[in-house]
């Protein structure tokens, strides 16, 4: 059986796509704009490019398939992805047809949520593979999730379980993308925690971010919190350790709910580490109840984006050993 994939990460801004081998993890990396805006043929037309690129360098070798990770919701059977957010005029597509038809094989295509193949990625590459059960936090421009029980990602009954980002918080709280009150995104997704942060430094004229942002807090980012709070900037640490303490929120009630121990941490906005992971700890101990305190723990993700091109490729793995098995 052949142990290469070609996993593909899809998102808004660019396409990233590469050749991994199932042991010892990406052999080659391309990527290209996506130009959203486009259209999905043309998107789709650059997805084929890149694939037919990582085609001609698995030299001596077949590939098993190709495993996609797309924004929005996915269909049960993982092949169309269903109103995904940033990309334009897709409201229902079928991947799995049109790259087939575009690439000219009958390769299996598997297309999945980007949330549910970063924590794929994790398990088998990542901070999740020491646990066959963990639950998978992508702090970014959204707050996604994804729930690994042995191993496997738990999709629910139509392939949309793990939406952490939409768990509310506070019922009469800030309204996220999706239109729910008080959502863990609606506070601690990128726009959101800038625009928090703008209000919430705009009277500390002695921060950092006042000179490091020239004095135009809308250009406010998480990494620059970050930066400033390496240099000990008490309102960026302040902001941060808000934004963990309602991570913590929210991760408590995913304990409680699905008593699943240890929970891991991924997307840009988790680099800023301890300053958010710490007061989320100290937050979510507080709120899961006695009997399930014993081995919580909240682990850094360090994969970054490769998380998602990984867990993309083992989603080919994943379908290759079940077919291998029934037959």
């Known amino acids: ?11 808004g801004t660019s396409i990233k796509a590469a050749l991994i081998n199932r042991d010892s993890g990406i052999v080659e990396l391309r990527s290209s704009p996506t130009l959203a805006h486009e259209g999905p043929d043309k998107v789709i037309d650059r997805i084929s490019m890149l694939i037919n690129d990582l085609s001609a360098e698995a ?47 009958n390769l299996p295509v598997i297309v999945e949520n980007d949330a549910n193949v970063a924590g794929l990625g994790s398990a088998h590459y990542g901070a999740g593979a020491p646990h066959n059960s963990f639950i998978f936090v992508t702090l970014g421009t959204g707050v996604g999730g ?12 139509t392939g949309g379980a793990g939406e952490i980002g939409h768990m509310t918080i506070d019922y009469e709280g ?7 009150a008080g959502s863990i995104e609606a506070y601690i997704g990128q726009r959101f925690l800038s625009k928090h942060a703008k209000y919430r430094l705009h009277t500390k004229t002695n921060s950092l971010i006042h000179k490091m942002t020239n004095g135009d807090l809308n ?9 400033a709070a390496e240099k000990g900037d008490e309102g960026a640490i302040e902001v941060l350790s808000w934004a963990g303490h309602k991570l913590g929120c929210v991760l408590g009630s995913a304990v409680n709910l ?3 121990r240890k929970l891991i941490i991924g997307g840009g906005v988790s680099a800023a580490g301890s ?11 507080r709120f899961v109840i ?17 998380a998602g091109i990984l867990g993309a490729a083992h989603l080919v793995f994943e379908y290759l050993d079940e077919h291998s098995y029934s037959a």
């Not at 006695?290 to 490769?306: F, H, K, M, Q, Y």
């Open 275 to 285: 300053y958010i992971l710490k007061p989320a700890y100290e937050t979510l101990v």
């Open 59 to 105: 030299v001596g070798d077949s590939i098993g398939g190709i495993g996609i990770g797309a924004p929005g919701a996915v269909n049960w059977e993982r092949d169309t992805v269903i109103n995904p957010p940033n990309l334009d005029g897709w409201q229902r597509v079928n991947l799995q047809v049109e790259l087939q038809d575009r690439l000219r094989t």
């Open 258 to 260: 699905l008593d699943i």
């Open 174 to 180: 800030p309204i996220d993308h999706a239109g729910v």
């Open 1 to 11: 059986m052949t142990n290469l994939a070609i996993g593909v990460d899809l998102g």
């Open 146 to 157: 994804v729930i690994v029980y042995n191993n496997k990602v738990f999709r629910g009954a």
């Open 290 to 306: 006695p009997g399930l305190r014993d081995g919580l723990e909240i682990i850094r993700e360090t994969l970054g984006n490769e």
């Open 219 to 227: 250009t406010i980012t998480p990494k620059i919190l970050y930066e």
